[in-house]
């Protein structure tokens, strides 16, 4: 069965400094893993995807996330954070035998201070 | 594209009451799927079609729930009768097929549920 764990509930950050999300994942498979960020009273966004190739994946906003297999995560960095950044970030995971069920993790909520 | 549209954007209703919540998906998209969120529960999938033909249903919490995709372009959730316990925010989302090489899924902006 599939499973996406975020073992962080709230990840605090300066402004300027890096950031990371922490993502470990489960999967019968070869894996589709997904960011996706959620703003207050917004709908989810999808911020970067790793399907196959490269292990480092560039998305939106500056983010990128690292594709590790043999530790089954995927955790999402971005260099140098924004107080815009400040929201809560979604981990997800697919199998690619052909269904279509993605599994989303618990969420943790990304608090950038000025 | 304007995206996935969800109907209606916030909705109070009062237990026992019928709630139908509308989404149209974004065209070319065959997969759609129902979301709940809730602060105790995180984000739940209730139901997903895929070419208008319901796949997975074990998210639905019980028989007051249910779904329906008439076409391509509509799909409904309906809870009857509704409880205190359902408030939360409905998310539709949709996506292509795998094949096509895009598979994430695009939100809409979610229906804010109160049952009174």
């Known amino acids: 069965a599939q499973s996406v764990a975020q073992p962080e509930d709230q990840v605090n950050v300066a402004e300027g400094n890096p950031l990371t999300v922490k993502c470990t994942y489960s999967?019968?498979?070869?894996?589709?893993l997904f960011w996706y960020v959620q703003y207050p009273n917004r709908g989810l966004q999808f911020l970067l995807k790793?399907?196959?190739?490269?292990?480092l994946v560039k998305g939106s906003y500056g983010f990128e996330a690292e594709f590790n297999k043999s530790q089954t995560s995927f955790h999402l960095k971005k260099p140098s954070a924004l107080v815009s950044d400040s929201a809560l970030y979604f981990c997800?995971?697919?199998?690619?035998?052909?269904?279509?069920?993605?599994?989303f993790g618990a969420g943790t909520r990304l608090f950038v201070k000025a | 594209d304007a995206g996935v549209i969800q109907s209606p954007r916030h909705e109070v209703t009062e237990m026992g009451q019928e709630v139908t919540l509308r989404c149209k998906p974004i065209?070319?998209?065959?997969?759609l799927f129902w979301y709940r969120q809730t602060m105790m529960r995180g984000l739940e999938l209730l139901i997903y079609?895929?070419?208008?033909?319901?796949?997975?249903d074990s998210g639905m919490p019980e028989d007051r729930f249910s779904a329906k995709m008439p076409n391509a372009s509509f799909s409904t959730l309906k809870i009857q009768p509704s409880e205190p316990r359902d408030s939360a925010v409905y998310f539709c989302?949709?996506?292509?097929?795998?094949?096509?090489?895009?598979?994430?899924?695009?939100f809409g902006p979610g229906t804010r549920l109160t049952v009174l």
């Open positions: 989302a949709s996506s292509q097929a795998p094949g096509q090489g895009l598979v994430e899924q695009f």
């Open positions: 999967v019968s498979g070869n894996p589709y």
């Open positions: 790793y399907i196959t190739g490269d292990n």
């Open positions: 997800a995971v697919r199998d690619n035998t052909g269904g279509f069920k993605t599994i």
């Open positions: 065209s070319g998209h065959n997969s």
């Open positions: 079609f895929n070419n208008n033909v319901p796949i997975d």
